[in-house]
């Protein structure tokens, strides 16, 4: 679960990056977040993964109270979501199965396990067959999808995407959301930046629309636009 409650993100420079945000999302939702250039999207999405702190107000994601968040606290917060970004971020030195197996050797997970779980998210995207290849031998789509793979391997609560199809054609951008989709009916809450509205009109989620650092919308006002 994520709770905004009146919270306000102040940049140094006195810049709002957002203003008095109160907004849940509940365990299990779907949620597209929408906005122009500069709305407040990745300060909300920075917020969430406590790389940016709250100036004002109360911020909870998944039991985790972020105001007073103690340090050693910040990689199990970490562990419980999984991040998708535009960019992939993809180690390019290392194969499709080491790009996903390293998410799982880094927090120390024993290699029966590794052995175990990466095969089988990597089935889930569709990329077993590449796990010997290197990202640069794969389409964006596919990167996406190892990306995905990754962020999904350590069993996170919550799924945050950045834009996630921003780098890929139309077409493959579909497979990407409905690969959350399939994702999200099995449980997990997915959090999905985006600017395509045509891509948000064919699904029947909440969408959040951030305009000057405030909620401009929640829900099902963009179906009026149909
Ligand atoms: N580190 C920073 N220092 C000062 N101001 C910032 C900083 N980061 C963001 N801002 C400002 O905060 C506001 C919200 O920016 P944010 O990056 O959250 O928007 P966005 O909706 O994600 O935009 P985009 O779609 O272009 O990524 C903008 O006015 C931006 O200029």
């Known amino acids: ?19 008095d945000v109160n907004v849940r999302i509940d ?23 406590h790389e940016e702190k709250v100036t004002s107000g109360e911020l909870v994601v998944n039991g985790f109270s972020l105001a007073g968040l103690k340090q050693r606290e910040v990689p199990k917060l970490r562990r419980s979501m999984g991040i998708v970004f535009q960019d992939f971020r993809l180690i390019p030195s290392m194969n499709v199965y080491d790009n996903v197996a390293f998410a799982l ?34 389409s964006g789509g596919e990167q996406q999808r190892v990306a995905l ?4 391997v350590n069993k996170p609560a919550l799924i945050i995407a950045d834009e996630p199809t921003g780098n890929i054609d139309p077409e493959m951008s ?34 959040i629309t951030i305009e000057g650092g ?3 919308s ?6 009026d636009a149909r």
């Open 174 to 207: 579909m497979e990407i959301v409905d690969m959350l989709d399939s994702i999200n009916k099995v449980g997990t809450t997915i959090l999905m930046v985006t600017h395509e509205h045509e891509l948000i009109r064919r699904y029947d989620h909440r969408v």
């Open 27 to 49: 365990d299990g939702e779907f949620v597209f977040v929408l906005g122009a250039s500069g709305a407040g999207k990745s300060t909300f999405l920075k917020l969430i993964m």
């Open 105 to 138: 050797r880094v927090t120390d997970t024993p290699y029966r396990e590794i052995r175990k779980r990466v095969p089988f998210v990597l089935d889930l995207v569709g990329l077993i067959h590449k796990a010997k290849n290197m990202p640069n031998e794969l």
């Open 214 to 216: 405030s909620i401009l």
């Open 149 to 152: 793979a990754r962020a999904l």
């Open 218 to 223: 929640d829900r099902p006002d963009w179906r």
């Open 1 to 19: 679960m994520i709770e905004f409650k009146n919270v306000s993100k102040v940049y140094p420079n006195g810049t709002y990056g957002l203003k």
